[in-house]
């Protein structure tokens, strides 16, 4: 059984960076394609970014170029996401996601496995 566990998030003020983490147990990350989703207040939960099987090739969505870095430490079965400059608007519950699929899915539906999320918050 594949478990998520992400943790970091927090109350941070506009300008500030901050990294959140998810740990990955029941598999390996080399097994997995693994991404982070979003949900703001309000909204639906999104997509931000997401890495392959092999950590070769990661895809951001366009909002999340720049100011978001997606990482991952294999010895330790966890990946991270690294949010530098952050605005009011990143504002959410940051959710990791696994799939079992080949490709880096967009869409929730593609994903097998979900952690609880982590609240960020971006104080103005």
């Known amino acids: 059984q594949v478990q998520l566990v992400e943790s970091g998030g927090g109350l941070v003020q506009t300008g500030d960076s901050l990294r959140v983490s998810c740990v990955v147990s029941g598999r390996t990350l080399s097994a997995l394609v693994i991404s982070w989703f979003r949900q703001a207040p309000g909204k639906e939960r999104e997509f931000v970014v997401g890495?392959?099987?092999?950590?070769?090739?990661?895809y951001y969505t366009p909002s999340a170029k720049g100011r978001l870095s997606f990482s991952s430490d294999a010895a330790k079965n966890t990946v991270y996401l690294q949010m530098d400059n952050l605005k009011a608007e990143d504002t959410a519950v940051y959710y990791c996601?696994?799939?079992?699929?080949?490709?880096?899915?967009?869409?929730?539906?593609?994903?097998?496995?979900w952690g609880q999320g982590t609240q960020v918050t971006v104080s103005s």
């Open positions: 996601a696994a799939s079992r699929a080949g490709w880096i899915p967009a869409n929730q539906a593609s994903y097998n496995y």
């Open positions: 890495s392959d099987r092999d950590g070769a090739d990661i």
